[in-house]
Each structure stands twice: as C-alpha cells, then as structure tokens.
C-alpha cells in the first residue's frame, strides 16, 4: 500500500494563471475525491470519480474548475483563471468501493497560494 | 442540508488525562460516523468508525460513541500523549452515499 500521492505539494502562481494538480490513489480503489480546505476549516467535497466517471460535482466547483479521471487511474484537478479565493488546501482521496462504511485515504494535498 | 459541529476552540490537557471531543450534527441521523486525525500540513487520516446501531467503538486508548438521540458523538483519547496533539475531524456521508461531510475539526494540545 503506497498510499494516495498528490503532485505538486506547494503552488504558488499569479491570479488569472491556470494550475492543475495530480492525484494517484491506491491502486485498487474505485472511488476517488477532491475536497478544498481552508484554514481552521474542515476538508470540503468538491467532486468525486466512480472509475473513470465523474458523478457528482458539488457547487463549490464553479465553471472554473474541472476535474478528470482517464482510465479510472490517476486524476487531475485543473483550475482556469486563478483567483485569490482559489488559494486553500486541495485534498484528493481514494476509497475502496462505495459505502457509508468505507474509509477514506486521503493524500497529503497540495496547497495552491494565489499572489 | 446536513451539518456537522465540533468544537472550534482548541483543547488543552495535560498529558495522562483522558481527553474528550464532541461532534454534533443536525437534521437526520447518519447509519455511520467516522473520526479521522490530522496533523498540520498533512492530509487526514482514518481513525475510527461507529454504526448507528453501536453505543461504543474502542481501537487502543481511543474510544467513539454514538448517541443518536442527542445527535451527539464523542472522541475520547485515554492516557493521552503529547503525539496526540493534532486536530481530529468527524465526518459522515449523505444520504445517497457519495458525498463525505466534515466537521470543522478540534484542534487537541497535549502538554507534558
């Protein structure tokens, strides 16, 4: 079990740039997500991928947000036009199989700072 | 929609003493709650999880219980040690399943 990795663990990059992050989840897990935090804040779901399938997008993610996972591998979270707002922890999970009773593992996030 | 609390002020106890951490949530009761530890720059991790049907969980010195009742559980670290010092978030899905739902988390000081 290598664990959840995120690349790259810190971006820093002018507003109105676009950035896009990398997820790999443990390998056999179906189930993948993406959660914002913020400081002091508690992880916020953003989306969530069953496979390579994308079924279920929060509000939070606005226009400028998209997420992707080809082959029902790795996943990437790009966001266009960067904003102050934008700047927070960006958290990918990975869990086994769908369930209430499914434990999340979670990756170290990579931490996206707006100048 | 649902909502989770936990306490936002940090806890500060001293080291051996049993420390307690409350997680309340509004609106309907969840079949599962999970408990899960994170540690400053680090993404959370799994700890624990309780059924609605289960007054108790224990794993080690760590306990969960599961009041539905009073819409209430409570995280309880026993013989706490300053490696204890994190902040511990409760989280439970929606009702379809797919979307896990946190609470803000209470930070946990643990002083020698």
């Known amino acids: 079990d290598t664990g959840v990795s995120q690349d790259p663990r810190h971006k820093i990059t002018k507003r109105g740039q676009n950035v896009t992050f990398r997820c790999d989840p443990i390998?056999?897990?179906?189930?993948l997500y993406w959660y914002r935090q913020t400081l002091g804040q508690g992880p916020e779901f953003l989306t969530y991928?069953?496979?390579?399938?994308?079924?279920?997008k929060s509000r939070l993610l606005s226009d400028r947000f998209s997420a992707e996972r080809p082959k029902g591998s790795f996943s990437t979270l790009e966001i266009q036009r960067t904003e102050q707002g934008d700047s927070a922890m960006y958290l990918c999970?990975?869990?086994?199989?769908?369930?209430?009773?499914?434990?999340?593992?979670f990756g170290d996030g990579t931490r996206l700072s707006i100048l | 929609s649902q909502k989770i609390e936990q306490n936002s002020e940090a806890l500060n106890i001293q080291e051996g003493k049993t420390a307690t951490l409350t997680c309340n949530y509004t609106?309907?009761?969840?079949?599962?709650l999970q408990w899960y530890r994170q540690d400053p720059g680090r993404g959370p991790v799994f700890l624990l999880l309780?059924?609605?049907?289960?007054k108790e969980k224990r794993k080690e010195r760590l306990k969960v219980t599961f009041d539905t009742t009073l819409k209430q559980s409570l995280f309880h670290i026993t013989a706490s040690q300053p490696a204890d010092s994190a902040t511990y978030l409760c989280?439970?899905?929606?009702?379809?399943?797919?979307?896990?739902?946190f609470g803000g988390g209470t930070r946990l000081m643990v002083k020698p």
């Open positions: 999970a990975s869990s086994l199989r769908q369930g209430e009773d499914q434990p999340q593992h």
């Open positions: 390998s056999e897990h179906n189930r």
């Open positions: 991928f069953q496979n390579e399938a994308q079924l279920e």
């Open positions: 609106n309907y009761s969840p079949a599962y």
């Open positions: 309780i059924r609605e049907n289960e």
């Open positions: 989280a439970q899905f929606n009702n379809a399943g797919n979307m896990l739902t």
